[in-house]
């Protein structure tokens, strides 16, 4: 081991070349949900208790409509991204795979289902 140059001894701990990415995503998704949780608590809170009927002519206008799915979309996206680096940093092996596995696996599976939803709400 004392004959190896320190990049060799460096060579396979450093990054997986994702890191970066994974930042920028976060930051983006983060400016995003800064605009779009304010839009969608007053066009959410608008709406509050009000019958079904009202509730459903409501959505089904194209603008509050967006305004949720993109909030949902973008809100499940940071969600898995904010996961599963937390669970690369904490979690190893085999059990850290299975994991970010199923975080993405549920991130897209709620996302779909509430945009599912929304859509079947609006049309």
């Known amino acids: 081991m004392s004959f190896l140059t ?3 001894r460096a060579v396979g701990w450093g990054s997986a070349k994702s890191g970066t990415m994974h930042h920028w995503r976060m930051k ?3 400016v995003a949900l800064l605009i ?3 839009l969608f608590v007053f066009n959410f809170g608008a709406i509050l208790g009000a019958p079904y009927e009202e509730v459903v ?3 089904a206008r194209p603008w509050p409509a967006i305004i ?3 909030t949902i979309v973008v809100g499940f996206m940071h969600f ?6 937390m ?5 190893h092996g085999l059990t850290g795979k299975v994991l970010i596995l199923g975080v993405i696996l549920l991130s897209y599976a ?3 289902t509430g945009v599912f939803a929304l859509a079947k709400l609006a049309l």
């Open 36 to 38: 779009l949780i304010p």
């Open 68 to 70: 949720a799915a993109l």
């Open 6 to 8: 320190d990049y060799k």
């Open 110 to 112: 709620a996302a779909a």
């Open 57 to 59: 002519a409501h959505y």
């Open 87 to 91: 669970i690369e940093d904490y979690v």
């Open 80 to 85: 898995k991204d904010g996961a599963q680096i």
């Open 28 to 30: 983006i998704s983060s």
